[in-house]
């Protein structure tokens, strides 16, 4: 199993991002796929998740109505459309992955909000 993060970087308040994580390894369009961060100094926080096919997505209360996850099938892709970044919001972004009793974390991939 392999999840590869990109499309993090600078951004000022008020920006926008979209996070990418191709995976490899398993039969993608099978499983949920969520997205986490981590701010320095602090724990790993949930950020989203969406179903398999999509159907369902759910966000943590304090991304609620600035991003938005999907997901790609065809191209074993999950993204993180991040909107109206907020300093708060700068960590590391981690995708990942819940199978076979485990879970499968990417390397991650910066984000930082800052004027």
């Known amino acids: 199993v392999q999840l590869v993060e990109s499309g993090g970087g600078l951004v000022q308040p008020g920006g926008s991002l979209r996070l990418s994580c191709a995976a490899s390894g398993f039969i993608f369009n099978n499983y949920a796929l969520r997205w986490y961060r981590q701010a320095p100094g602090k724990g790993r926080e949930y950020v989203a998740v969406i179903s398999s096919a999509g159907g369902y997505t759910n966000y943590a209360d304090v991304v609620k109505g600035r991003f938005t996850i999907s997901r790609d099938n065809a191209k074993n892709t999950v993204y993180l459309q991040t909107n109206s970044l907020k300093p708060e919001d700068t960590a590391v972004y981690y995708c990942?992955?819940?199978?076979?009793?485990?879970?499968?974390w990417g390397q991650g991939t910066q984000v930082t909000v800052s004027s």
């Open positions: 990942s992955v819940h199978l076979a009793s485990r879970d499968y």
